[in-house]
């Protein structure tokens, strides 16, 4: 699956998470995460994901392209989120695929929603404190939402 996402780190997240509201935006989601990320040489990553939402917590893996960039816009593949409970299974496909840990993220995840779009506002609590907005989905949509948002901050 492709993921066609704008993102940039802001200094308010009040701005964008008003104009979402004002627009017909729904909150669907506030979550706790804590996401360690492992990495190999073939350029993917390898993400393990803790989710608390409302004292409910899941636990997903996933994968990802691993292109880092400044650019605003970026295009990956992404597999879909496999739910698990079983660490040690998880960590056993982990290293027979030669993945290795390399970083551990604590942030909060505010998701909002219309049909074709969604938002995703961060705030990231360690290992340093920043807000990072991102929007995703149907490409031409994106595109002139990115636009409009990209005057707020």
Same mark, same amino acid.
């Given at each position: 699956?492709?993921?066609?996402?704008?993102?940039?780190?802001?200094?308010?997240?009040?701005?964008?998470?008003?104009?979402?509201?004002?627009?017909?935006?729904?909150l669907?989601?506030?979550?706790?995460?804590?996401?360690?990320?492992?990495? @190999?040489? +073939?350029? #993917? $990553?390898? %993400?393990?994901?803790?989710?608390?939402? /409302?004292?409910? !917590?899941?636990? &997903?893996? *996933?994968?990802?392209?691993?292109?880092?960039?400044?650019?605003?816009?970026?295009?990956?593949?992404?597999?879909?989120?496999?739910?698990?409970?079983?660490?040690?299974?998880?960590?056993?496909?982990?290293?027979?695929?030669?993945? @290795?840990? +390399?970083? #551990? $993220?604590? %942030?909060?995840?505010?998701?909002?929603? /219309?049909?074709? !779009?969604?938002? &995703?506002? *961060?705030?990231?609590i360690?290992?340093?404190?920043?807000?990072?907005?991102?929007?995703?989905?149907?490409?031409?949509?994106?595109?002139?939402?990115?636009?409009?948002?990209?005057?707020?901050n």
């Amino acid at each position: 699956m492709k993921e066609y996402e704008y993102s940039k780190c802001v200094d308010d997240l009040k701005k964008y998470t008003d104009y979402c509201e004002k627009n017909d935006y729904i909150l669907k989601e506030k979550i706790s995460q804590v996401r360690t990320i492992y990495r @190999k040489s +073939d350029a #993917t $990553i390898a %993400r393990i994901t803790i989710n608390d939402k /409302n004292g409910v !917590v899941t636990k &997903e893996l *996933d994968f990802k392209e691993d292109k880092l960039s400044s650019q605003e816009l970026i295009i990956r593949r992404e597999s879909l989120p496999l739910n698990f409970d079983d660490d040690s299974i998880i960590f056993s496909i982990l290293e027979f695929l030669n993945y @290795k840990k +390399d970083n #551990t $993220i604590k %942030r909060t995840r505010y998701i909002y929603e /219309n049909d074709k !779009v969604k938002f &995703e506002f *961060d705030e990231y609590i360690e290992p340093d404190k920043r807000k990072v907005i991102s929007v995703e989905g149907d490409k031409e949509l994106v595109d002139k939402i990115w636009l409009e948002i990209s005057n707020i901050n």
